[in-house]
């Protein structure tokens, strides 16, 4: 990317797995320069997540998508020398380490400002700076349970339900790249020195689901799981058609669910005290979202979809990967383009969400292997001699 929104932004991605690395994907597809830091043996643990092919990690390609991979080792006086030469030249470094173990190796804020103190300096932890857990490791597992998502998701007389992909580090990471463009605009626009970003793994999740907690305070219940009903709209669910397939509902506006009512060949429950007003279809919610399972089952999803796309019912088929990318709307908007790849051939991704008309984002390529741009960030940027390169190398180092 040489023409994107954010060109001629340095980030220094320091971070490991997924929440901090995100951010640096999501600023990457819209050109700022992402320099990915990584241990000389075996590198960011996400090239081993998850599924690989031929001992490639998929997840590893897409996250690491337009990064410029280094090996440093941190554990090293010469590769934390090395970092802080690094920071002198970017605008924002991503890290992911223990606070005790920043401080113990002069990388927290103040180290770093020391070097650069208009540097924007993101801090992702498990639990976040200050209280007893501060120092404590922390993953998005973790984040789902403590955040309240956990309690909140699954069948009600089922055990609490955990996502199957990484939704706190995903929370988290959205949180903190709006953080980061908050206060590279307060670094330029208002003239001021870098700062510190603490995000943790809870508190994004957490604000999501607010919900419970201003239940809780102001009426002392704790609302429980209700499998995929939702105690503020009705009808909404999962109904299986006859074909054996899924649809999802949403009857969060009324008029919506007076739509879905008729829609089903029910218009006299419409005018019932029962369903025509909002609370009261909440207190009969088992009754509405009978109807509609009665009626779904009836007909195959394509004639459901048809039905209800006609009477502007706010439904949609639940999809797996497969549907996903066959999807015409979707493929219309080229949501998923597939990119050409050393090690893989080439392989379908999910291109930038953000949609700019004058700077769109994009994807100049997937992640590299380990230390691929060596030579270009450590010679060309920091000036290292080939020599030098080759000693460091030797040591351990790079």
Known sequence: MTDGPLTG???????????GPLVATWLGEHGAEVIKIEQPDGG?????????????????KSLSRNKKCVTLNL???AGRDLLRDLARTADVVIVNLRPSTLRRWGLDHDGFAAVNPKLVMLHVTGYGAGGPKSDRPGFGTLGEAMSGFAHMTGEADGPPTLPAFMLADGVAALNATYAVMMALYHRDVHGADGQLIDVNLIEPLARLLEQP????????????????????????????SSDGHWLAMSGSAPSIAMRALRA????????????????????NAGAIDAVMAEWIADHTLDEAMTV?????????????AAQLLADPQLQARGTFPRIPDPDLGAMTVQGPVPRFSA???GIDHLGTGIGAHNDEIYGDLLGLSEQRRRELHENGVI
């Open 359 to 361: 700077t769109p984002g």
């Open 213 to 240: 907690l201003l239940t809780y305070d102001q009426t002392g219940e704790i609302p429980a799981r209700m499998g995929n009903r939702w105690d503020i709209s009705a009808p909404r669910n999962t109904y299986r």
């Open 44 to 60: 960011d643990p996400m090239r081993q997540w998850g599924a690989q092919r031929d001992g490639v990690g998929l997840m590893w």
């Open 75 to 77: 554990r090293e006086d």
């Open 308 to 320: 209800f796309e006609e009477a502007e019912v706010a439904a949609a088929p639940v999809y797996d």
């Open 264 to 283: 089903v060949g029910r218009p006299d429950l419409t005018s019932d005290p029962r369903f025509a007003e909002a609370q009261q279809r909440l207190k």
């Open 9 to 19: 932004l340095r980030v220094i991605d320091a971070a490991t797995l997924a929440a």
